[in-house]
């Protein structure tokens, strides 16, 4: 499942600190940290035999951790809008992701905050960053529903 997380370090270094969309089928090793947060082994290329895996901190409880790694895609693939080249300046193109493969979502930095990155592990092994067109919690969303939803508010 794609879980959005509040990052506070990775491998203790906390300039990494901020929002991510994680794979829960990628993390391992889930303990309790500091009463209320968790911490675990994130191995964003399993089948990589040099690989051991970065450990992350994160402001959300092992629960709730635990409650997502033992949920299931409702989307076994999901259709997101891609920038070609990974260029913003190039019109998205929709394109078919397995929802399993997509190791992490985060945001792009600025000026579009409305972009985001996905990395996907292609073979077990190796990965691919793609420029979406879609906010990160959107990702998840769809990987959660396989559909996109719209949100409007009317004010009086």
Known sequence: MLKLLTIESINGDTSKAGSKVLNTQFMSEVKTYSTTKARFRFTSKPDDRRGGGDWYVVSESRTTITTAMNQSFNAVGITLNVHPENSASNSAVAALFNVAE????????????????????????????????HKMVDVAAISLTGTTTTTTTTTS
């Not at 000026?111 to 979406?132: C, M, Q």
């Open 102 to 133: 997509i190791v992490m979502v985060y945001p792009n930095s600025t000026p579009n905050t409305a972009l985001s990155w996905i990395v996907v592990n292609e073979k077990g092994w190796k990965h691919r960053k793609y420029l979406v067109a």
